[in-house]
């Protein structure tokens, strides 16, 4: 995938919203898969065929892909151990670890809202 221009509307308007806290998190944690996947780590270290056995719709390349954003946010720590074959453990970083109990919150609102919309 290209670079942006640096100077691009959609790079400025990122710019922007970044400025706003709100928006910085839920970026960092939004889309279909992350929330999930951090959620999945939050019991301990997991290799990828067990996130993938865990969450078994997302597909191994998305599932990479998610895995490489988490990293590089540093919300996941990825470990690689000097073995044949080799073996890569992905799990929570302390910074994630705060995230617990705001997932749990968000958790307990789905619950209200779906109940108050069905009504």
Known sequence: MGKRKENS????NEKTLMECELLYA?????GRWKLLILCKLENGKLR????K??????????????LRELEKDGLVKRT?????????DYELTD????????WRQLEDWAVKHKKSVAE
Do not use: D, H, W
């Open 9 to 12: 509307t959609n790079m400025l």
């Open 26 to 30: 839920v970026c960092k944690i939004g």
């Open 48 to 51: 990828f065929s067990e996130i």
């Open 53 to 66: 056995r865990i969450i078994p719709q997302i597909t191994e390349r998305m599932l990479a892909l998610q």
């Open 80 to 88: 690689v151990y000097a073995e044949v074959p080799p073996r890569v």
């Open 95 to 102: 910074i994630s670890k705060e995230l617990i109990p705001v």
